[in-house]
């Protein structure tokens, strides 16, 4: 079974400036594949970013980047030059336990201040 | 319009009825999900299913049927709704690797 720990539930970031959100997790699997999802007050889940595992390189999409460290279970996100839009919540989430469930973490919740 | 629909967007019932929340979704994705997000817990999957007429609970089925006829629809039904299965509801779908969709939610009161 999967287990996904995001031990900041909440995180304050000034506008423009750099913030990163931990996660680490516990798979059995080899072959996976590691997303991040933004849940504004909408409420509406919003894929980020998504990282296979097989690859080295750390996946980027614009102003997010993630720091995966695969012998450390470890998948954090880097949000750089913050923006007021960037404040919602943030769901670590790993896939490829059977079936292709997701499994999400409990989420931090991210506020940007002007 | 492409997408995943999740309807009704707000939902008010008693205790002890049933209810059906209903999941649809245009691109014959193979894989749907329902979860369902409480405060403190996250997103918590319920139940899902891995094509037409494959059906597999997930970590919090008690308490909710589910049926996949078609591809492209997936209602999850309370049977006899309570308290505890007030919260809000989101159904996903998914080709497998590249990350799922989700619909806009159902907020769920049962009083």
């Known amino acids: 079974a999967q287990t996904v720990t995001q031990s900041q539930p909440e995180m304050s970031v000034q506008e423009a400036e750099t913030v990163t959100l931990s996660c680490t997790y516990d798979?059995?699997?080899?072959?996976?594949?590691l997303f991040w999802y933004k849940q504004p007050p909408s409420r509406q889940m919003i894929l980020v970013i998504r990282q296979e595992a097989y690859k080295q390189q750390n996946a980027t999409e614009n102003r997010f980047s993630v720091n995966f460290q695969k012998a450390a279970k470890s998948f954090s996100l880097k949000i750089s030059d913050s923006q007021l839009g960037d404040a919602a919540m943030y769901f670590c989430?790993?896939?490829?336990?059977?079936?292709?469930?997701?499994?999400f973490g409990q989420g931090t919740e991210l506020s940007v201040k002007p | 319009d492409a997408g995943i629909t999740q309807s009704p967007r707000y939902k008010i019932t008693e205790t002890g009825r049933q209810v059906t929340l209903m999941c649809h979704q245009t691109w014959s994705h193979s894989y749907m999900f329902w979860y369902r997000q409480d405060l403190g817990h996250g997103l918590r999957l319920i139940y899902y299913s891995a094509a037409a007429d494959i059906t597999d609970k997930g970590e919090v089925p008690d308490g909710y049927v589910v049926s996949r006829s078609k591809t492209e629809n997936f209602p999850l039904t309370l049977e006899s709704a309570t308290r505890s299965q007030t919260s809000v509801y989101f159904c996903a779908s998914s080709p497998v690797a590249s990350g799922y969709t989700f619909g806009s939610g159902t907020r769920l009161t049962v009083v």
């Open positions: 989430a790993p896939w490829g336990d059977q079936g292709g469930k997701l499994i």
């Open positions: 798979t059995s699997e080899s072959d996976y594949y």
